[in-house]
């Protein structure tokens, strides 16, 4: 970018031809396999992320490594990573001088370049069930990674609502400025919290359930279908969109 703006400034370029090329710098090419924003930081507040399942781990390997290749990389998420993968990369790496952060039960790495303090504000992450964990804590390493306190407590639904009292008071007292709550099955708990406070409410059906709520269809149309005001809903294990969303709410207040 400082190029380009020299010669913009030493005339060497005028004004549009300098616009076009800080708009190709934005994105970098990897052997045509991928395209990379790296000025999402600045633009959105939040780095690129690499939704990982359906890539050929060759391609994997060759996108992450040239990133962290490239000049001033920062911190680089890889979502929906399974443990194998993750024990694949390490491997395969240079990691020198990055830090592997790798939460096996939510499968996301972050590779950090640095770090990131924890000065936005707080967030608190509820799930129904201990089977919408892993969901959650991929929401959680989303909102720190995006320079939030996250506050959690897991299993809270509605089978045994006197759980869930104590710990939104709880929330509320610590300062909690959006709550993202996780739910499969038939996908109630959001509806309830979204009673007691007066917060932003996040649901994200998970894909817990049998039935006629297998797969977390039934949890997302409730949600959808919700009569408690205040509720915004993402998709079905989508603990990614959810951490994204939390972070969009607090920057812009």
Do not use: W
Not at 29 to 46: I, M, P, Q, W
Not at 69 to 83: F, G, R
Not at 195 to 219: F, H
């Amino acid at each position: 970018m400082r190029e380009i703006l020299e010669k913009l400034i030493n005339e060497e370029i005028g004004i549009e031809e300098c616009e076009r090329l800080l708009k190709a710098d934005t994105i970098l090419e990897f052997d045509e396999v991928a395209k990379f924003d790296k000025s999402r930081s600045s633009r959105t507040g939040f780095p690129e992320a690499v939704f990982s399942p359906s890539k050929d781990y060759g391609d994997l390997l060759l996108i992450v490594k040239n990133y962290l290749d490239s000049e001033n990389p920062e911190n680089l998420i890889v979502t929906k990573l399974s443990s194998e993968r993750y024990e694949k990369l390490a491997n395969d790496l240079d990691l020198d001088g990055f830090k592997l952060n790798y939460n096996k039960r939510a499968q996301i790495l972050v590779i950090r370049n640095k770090e990131v303090p924890k000065t936005l504000g707080k967030v608190g992450i509820i799930t129904a069930g201990t089977s919408d964990i892993n969901i959650a804590e991929e929401a959680r390493v989303i909102v720190e990674e995006g320079g939030c306190e996250a506050i959690t407590s897991y299993d809270i639904g509605v089978a045994g609502i006197h759980r869930l009292f104590p710990q939104i008071a709880h929330m509320i007292k610590e300062g909690v400025e959006v709550l993202i709550v996780c739910a499969g099955m038939e996908g109630a708990l959001p509806s309830v919290v979204a009673g007691l406070v007066d917060i932003p409410v996040i649901g994200v059906p998970t894909s817990v359930g049998y039935g006629v709520g297998e797969g977390g269809v039934v949890a997302l149309n409730a949600m959808l279908q919700s009569c408690a005001p205040g509720i915004a809903v993402v998709n079905i294990d989508n603990g990614f969109g959810a951490g994204v969303f939390a972070l969009t709410i607090i920057k812009g207040r």
